[in-house]
C-alpha cells in the first residue's frame, strides 16, 4: 500500500455504514488509521466481525490500522414516554422519579438510582445534548425530583441526561463495561476508551483491571465533564492519551469556552508526550449530504492547526450514507493543512522526567536537525514506543518511521502524530540496522537518493536499551 501523506490521523467509528469488508477496507486504504468500536451500539458478535475483518485488513495490505474500543460509561437517560414522546412547556414543573414507567407531561424516569439523593435544589437537567433544560425545585433524597421546565421541548424516550452541576456519584466503569472491557482485552485491543472520566483515580482504576488480566493496552481518558477540567493535569499524567469530547462537554460548559479548552489540552498533552483526539461533529453534515460544509472544513482544519494527533468521526462513518467519500474529504483538508509550514516545530513546554531525559534531549534535537536539513524521516528503533511519542511531540517536519521487535505496539502507534511503525527484528550492530532501514525505506518508497534521514537509536543497538544516540545519514 502506497504511504499517505497524513501526519495527523484519522480515527473512524465502525457501524452498519462500514459493515461491508470491502467498504472498510476501502475507508482504510483512503486515509483511515484507527477504527473506534463504540459500545454503546451493537452485539459482542458485530464486534468480532469487525475486529477480524480490520486485521484482515491489515494482513492484506501489510499495515497496522489501530483499533479504539470505546467503553460507554455510566451514561444517564431517560426512560420511554407515552406515545411518540410529548412537549414540554416552558415554565411547566415535572416530576422525575427513579422507578422505570412510561413518561407523560406530569412525570419522567431516569435510570440514575441516586439522582434524588445526588441532586440539589438550583441545579440544571439538560435533556437531549441540552435542547430541554430543566432545574431542580425540591428532592426527596429518596426516589422523587421536582423540577421546572427553562426550555422546553419534544421530549422522547431514552434521551440523554446531562448534570453539570451535580456531583454524581455513578462509578466511572459500569457492569456492563466490565463486560466490554473484557471482550477488548481478549481481542488484544492497543486502545481503550475511558467515558465521563473525572478524576485521575478513574484512570488508575481501570490501568490497574488491565494489569490484572495481564494486557498491555492503553487508556484514552475521554474529557466530558467540568471535574475532568479541574483536575486535568492529574487525569493526564494517569492517562496514555486523552480525547476531547465535544459533545457531551459542549453540553456541560459553556458552547464558547470548548474551542480555547480544545486548544488547551491539545498543548497541555504535547507537553507531556501524550496524543489527543479531537472528536464530535467535525463532518456531521456528511452523514446525509454528499459533501460537508465550509464550517465543518474549517473544524478540521483548526483541529490539525492546533496540533491534535488525530481528528475522530463518529456518526459520519458508522451510520452516514457515504463513509468512503467522508474519509476521502477529511483526508484531503489534513493534506492541504500539513503543507503549512507555521504547523510544525511549535514550542512546547516538555514536562521533565530525569529517567527520561537523556531521551527526551535526543528527540528534541532530532525534530531541531529535521528542520535544519530538511531531512525526510526521524527513524527511530523502540520496544516500548516511548521515543516515538516524544519525538513526535515536537511535531517535526518530518515522518517518524519507528522500527521494532515488540509486535504489540505497532497497532498503538497507529494513533500517534506522524508515526509509522514497521515490524522489524534484526538488530545485530548499529551500522548493520541503520544501513538495513536506510536500503528498506527507499525499496519501500518512502525517500530517495539524496534524501537525508536523522537516526534516534541506543548504544549498543543490541541491548535496546535507553535511545542516547543522535546521526543523520544520507540516502545513496
Not at 472528536?279 to 459533501?291: L, R
Request: proline share 3%.
Amino acid at each position: 500500500m502506497k504511504y499517505l501523506d497524513n501526519k495527523t490521523k484519522i480515527v473512524s467509528t465502525m457501524g452498519p455504514a462500514c459493515a461491508d469488508k470491502k467498504i472498510l477496507k476501502e475507508m482504510i486504504e483512503n486515509g483511515v488509521n484507527v477504527c473506534r468500536i463504540n459500545f454503546s451500539h451493537g452485539s459482542y458478535e458485530d464486534h468480532q466481525i469487525v475486529i477480524d475483518n480490520i486485521r484482515e485488513i491489515n494482513r492484506e495490505l501489510n499495515i497496522h490500522t489501530g483499533i479504539l474500543a470505546d467503553l460507554q460509561g455510566p451514561k444517564i437517560r431517560t426512560g420511554l414516554m407515552k406515545g411518540n414522546g410529548f412537549l414540554l412547556k416552558e415554565n411547566a414543573t415535572i416530576e422525575i422519579g427513579i422507578k422505570d414507567i412510561e413518561g407523560d407531561e406530569n412525570q419522567i424516569s431516569i435510570n440514575y438510582q441516586d439522582f434524588p439523593k445526588d441532586v440539589s435544589a438550583g441545579e440544571f437537567v439538560l435533556v437531549d445534548d441540552g435542547k430541554i433544560k430543566l432545574q431542580i425545585l425540591e428532592t426527596n433524597n429518596v426516589d422523587r425530583v421536582k423540577a421546572k421546565v427553562i426550555h422546553g421541548g419534544l421530549l422522547t424516550s431514552r434521551k440523554g441526561v446531562n448534570l453539570p452541576n451535580t456531583a454524581i456519584s455513578l462509578p466511572c466503569l459500569t457492569p456492563k463495561d466490565l463486560q466490554d472491557l473484557d471482550f477488548a482485552l481478549k481481542n488484544d485491543i492497543a486502545w481503550i476508551g475511558l467515558s465521563f472520566v473525572r478524576s485521575a483515580a478513574d484512570v488508575i482504576e481501570l490501568k490497574k483491571l488491565i494489569k490484572s488480566k495481564k494486557k498491555s493496552s492503553l487508556v484514552i481518558a475521554k474529557i466530558e465533564k467540568p471535574e475532568a477540567l479541574k483536575n486535568i493535569g492529574e487525569i493526564i499524567e494517569a492517562a496514555d492519551g486523552l480525547m476531547v469530547a465535544r459533545g457531551d462537554l459542549g453540553v456541560e460548559i459553556p458552547l464558547q469556552d470548548v474551542p480555547l479548552v480544545q486548544k488547551s489540552l491539545v498543548k497541555k498533552c504535547r507537553n507531556m508526550a501524550k496524543p489527543v483526539i479531537i472528536a464530535t461533529q467535525m463532518m456531521e453534515s456528511m452523514i446525509e449530504q454528499f459533501s460537508p460544509t465550509r464550517a465543518e472544513v474549517n473544524d478540521v482544519a483548526n483541529a490539525v492547526l492546533d496540533g491534535a494527533d488525530a481528528v475522530m468521526l463518529s456518526g459520519e462513518t458508522s451510520v452516514g450514507k457515504f463513509p468512503v467519500e467522508v474519509i476521502k474529504t477529511i483526508f484531503k483538508i489534513i493534506a492541504r493543512v500539513e503543507l503549512y509550514d507555521g504547523l510544525y516545530n511549535t514550542e512546547i513546554m516538555p514536562v521533565a522526567y530525569d529517567e527520561r531525559k537523556i531521551t527526551d534531549a535526543i528527540c528534541d534535537s532530532a525534530a531541531r536537525l529535521v528542520k535544519a536539513t530538511e531531512a525526510k524521516g526521524i527513524v527511530t528503533m523502540t520496544f516500548s514506543g516511548y521515543t516515538a511519542f516524544k519525538a513526535s511531540s515536537y511535531r517535526p517536519k518530518a515522518f517518524i518511521f519507528v522500527y521494532t521487535a515488540n509486535f504489540k505496539i505497532l497497532d498503538m502507534l497507529s494513533l500517534i502524530w506522524g508515526v509509522k511503525g514497521f515490524y522489524y527484528d534484526k538488530f545485530v550492530s548499529t551500522d548493520h540496522t541503520i544501513d538495513d532501514i536506510k536500503f528498506l525505506l527507499k525499496k519501500d518508497g518512502y525517500t530517495q537518493t539524496g534524501d537525508y534521514v536523522v537516526h534516534i537509536a541506543s548504544m549498543p543497538i543490541a541491548k535496546k536499551g535507553t535511545s542516547n544516540m543522535l546521526r543523520i545519514s544520507h540516502i545513496k
